[in-house]
């Protein structure tokens, strides 16, 4: 059973929400953390007092786990009152995964300004915040999709602080919780992992930057003396194409954009974010709120759906 919270009310996540049940009902079981009220008209709901009623019911009505929020969904309009039900929904979820009553969790995109205006949200994101209600110091977060799996080592920070924040300790963290995620959930026995260069050419030898001579190559020489399968550092501009894709489980990128372009460009519809390292299975569409075209009924739920698809699919391969 997957909980999925509801995310910025006044963004798409009602609307996918209940496009994902219509398109999953009898083959992925999941229910709603939030507000009845906020969903779509015509939508049939079934309100539960807990997640084992939501298999049942599913098969009937989209099973929502109601968690009143101030005020109606207003489409396209974040309301600064109802930020603190949502922060206050995903820490429903996390104590509903933490204490097996939920086998994953699946969270709809959040709206970070609305909730650092309205309930001071102290988070880069939605990652850092589920890493500090589990307690996990360190997490990683992969996109994946039927045609990549990568992975950022620096994730929302600035591209100007990238060059500091990637030290030897963040790269290695970063791989081993990717290789074991590999090995635990996706059920890969021995993965390949490529990692790409911070700089352009991999630093061309030491002419266009040092960090690959002297952060990423030692980390590397120093995992596979382990027993990894790795490559790199490599050009990350020769890392995405069909046929270097075929070489490997998943990449390994030293920067939000490097891992996040070529993902958004191959599979922009079916990416989905994956949170590595937590004690639970976390994923997520690849998207944002939408705000645009929240409540005009245009919003695709292809990467909700296959959120929740492979949520069931790590959930199943873990227990």
């Known amino acids: 059973m997957i909980a999925l919270t509801c995310g910025e009310p006044a963004g798409i996540g009602p609307e996918i929400a209940a496009s994902a049940w219509s398109a999953l009902r009898g083959s992925v079981p999941f229910f709603v953390i939030g507000d009845p009220a906020h969903l779509p008209a015509g939508v049939p709901v079934v309100v539960i007092e807990r997640p084992s009623e939501a298999a049942r019911a599913g098969n009937d009505a989209l099973p929502v786990l109601a968690h009143p929020f101030p005020g109606p969904r207003t489409p396209g309009r974040p309301q600064g009152a109802q930020a603190q039900a949502v922060i206050d929904v995903i820490a429903r979820g996390v104590a509903l995964v933490q204490g097996a009553e939920a086998s994953a969790l699946c969270t709809a995109p959040i709206h970070k300004q609305a909730l650092q205006e309205g309930a001071g949200f102290a988070f880069p994101g939605h990652t850092e915040y589920l890493a500090h209600l589990a307690g996990v110091g360190r997490v990683v977060m992969m996109l994946a999709s039927p045609a ?48 790409a260069g911070l700089n352009p050419h991999a630093g061309e030898g030491g002419r266009m930057g040092r960090e690959e001579i002297e952060v990423i190559a030692p980390v590397l020489d120093r995992l596979r003396a382990g027993g990894m399968d790795l490559r790199g550092p490599v050009s990350a501009d020769t890392m995405f194409h069909a046929a270097a894709r075929a070489g490997y489980d998943a990449a390994i990128a030293m920067y939000h954009d490097q891992a996040l372009i070529p993902i958004k460009t191959l599979d922009f519809d079916r990416g989905v974010n994956v949170t590595l390292g937590l004690p639970f299975i976390r994923t997520s569409p690849d998207h944002g709120t939408a705000l645009d075209i929240a409540g005009q009924g245009r919003a695709n739920p292809a990467s909700l759906i296959e959120a929740l698809r492979l949520a069931d699919t790590l959930a199943r391969a873990r227990a």
């Open 148 to 195: 990549l799996r990568v992975v950022p080592a620096t994730i929302h920070i600035p591209i100007s602080e990238v060059p500091q924040a990637l030290t030897a300790e963040l790269l290695e963290e970063t791989i081993r919780i990717t290789h074991a995620a590999l090995v635990r959930d996706f059920g890969i026995a021995a993965p390949r992992l490529v990692v």
